[in-house]
């Protein structure tokens, strides 16, 4: 089977590594894919978000399977496009049509949809340009810290929290009348604050059935014990302490089931990932978001754990008899340090060699994000986040001591990373 990976990141890495293993697999590409990806697939030079150029590659080399790794091309429609030409009718398409990928591409829609649902969530109330007034007047009837949520996709960057009044009210103006985030924030959503743990749960589904993969712990801040600014994330490890089989049943009952039962009931047809940002509130699961793709950094962490053959798991999922797969998983310790670009998520300087890559012991994997290959091959930085180490053992402490040593063998010129990953769950 021929198989087209969209994307360039770390997450497009890990589905690579894992596709790669497949006996199904017959030729594998990525596009535009990264100095990584190479190791496992044929990269290839494609706009994601240019559907014709992807139609012309998928029809040149008979492709048969199309995995969409980021957001962008579902939220505009590729599952679409190709669903429109009878041409495409046998394509298995890893990624929910547009009407589904609404749940990440609107902020309003993910929480009317919960609200429908009756799926736990924090309150919240929505605003559109012209309503600064009223807006204000409901972030006076909540407690800090304030949280703001551009409507639209924002490229990771849309959701803030403000620990004052006058810093949200602000960020608030800045958001509805000066578009801080383009269209995106023509509409905000300002969320009641949920204080807990986070966690990412992810789930493969064919609309009707589905299977729960590893859970994950992201950390997003750029600076050690989560202090400092927001990231697309630093690290992550799976499986995550907390969320023993008690909590997990909680999830499943309270927030998977009611999801893809509200999908039926709205008839929006639903094939791929579902990714549902959680917070754990004394034991209490709340759903924060919904993505209907893959996390990142969180990818790197789970690929590893699963076992199972997931191109034939794709291959259940597009003839609707996911409930037919036995999902495999490795009980070992995941752990994800991700090596970025000095001043990120500032300003930083590309071009920069990766050295030591050769080092690394065989059982450890590096997930290329934010790379590019030089005219000799060489791995140059492309990118703010750019390159995850993983590695698994039998327990997180070790596996800590274990990815930190792997750490230090690689590096290129103002390499930063966070040296707490998986610490506060050391306990």
Request: hydrophobic residues 40%.
């Amino acid at each position: 089977m021929n198989i087209l990976i969209l994307g360039s990141g770390g997450r497009e890495s890990a589905l690579a590594y894992k596709l790669a293993q497949s006996p199904r697999t017959e030729s594998l590409y990525v596009a535009p894919g990264n100095a990584g990806t190479g190791l496992w697939a044929q990269n290839v030079a494609l706009d994601p978000l240019n559907f014709a150029q992807v139609k012309d590659f998928i029809i040149e080399h008979k492709v048969e399977m199309l995995v969409v790794g980021p957001e962008d091309p579902l939220v505009q429609g590729i599952h679409d496009y190709f669903l429109a030409d009878a041409n495409f009718r046998d394509l298995i398409i890893v990624g929910p049509c547009k009407d589904g990928a609404r749940l990440e591409g609107s902020k309003r829609f993910a929480k009317e949809f919960m609200q429908r649902a009756g799926i736990p969530t924090a309150a919240y109330a929505v605003f559109e340009k012209g309503q600064l007034a009223q807006a204000k007047a409901f972030l006076k009837t909540l407690k800090p810290p304030y949280v703001l949520k551009a409507d639209g996709l924002a490229a990771g960057k849309g959701v803030l929290i403000e620990n004052s009044l006058a810093q949200a009210e602000k960020a608030l103006e800045e958001m509805l009348e000066n578009e801080m985030f383009g269209a995106a924030s023509r509409q905000v959503v300002i969320e009641e604050f949920l204080s807990g743990i986070e966690l990412s749960v992810f789930v493969l589904t064919d609309g009707t059935h589905y299977k729960i993969l590893p859970e994950a712990k992201d950390y997003k801040k750029i600076g050690e014990g989560d202090r400092g600014l927001n990231t697309g994330g630093m690290g992550s490890v799976s499986p995550v302490a907390f969320a023993d089989a008690a909590f997990m049943k909680k999830v499943e009952e309270r927030i998977v089931k009611p999801t893809l039962n509200q999908l039926g009931k709205e008839k929006i047809p639903y094939a791929g990932f579902l990714f549902i940002g959680l917070m754990n509130v004394k034991g209490e699961p709340y759903v924060i978001e919904y993505n209907v793709r893959m996390g990142d950094p969180e990818t790197e962490a789970v690929m590893p754990r699963i076992q199972s053959d997931l191109v034939e798991a794709f291959i259940a999922m597009h003839e609707n008899r996911l409930d037919e797969v036995d999902l495999q998983i490795d009980p070992r310790q995941a752990l994800c340090v991700m090596l970025v670009s000095g001043g990120y998520p500032e300003a930083y300087q590309k071009g920069f060699e990766v050295k030591g890559t050769e080092k690394v012991s065989p059982d450890t994997l590096l997930f290329h994000a934010g790379t590019k290959p030089d005219v000799t091959g060489r791995p140059l930085t492309s990118g703010g986040r750019v390159l995850a180490v993983v590695t698994l053992a039998e327990d997180l402490p070790s596996a800590m001591e274990k990815t930190y040593a792997e750490v230090e063998k690689v590096g290129f010129e103002g390499m930063y990373y966070r040296k707490d990953i998986g610490k506060d769950l050391c306990r």
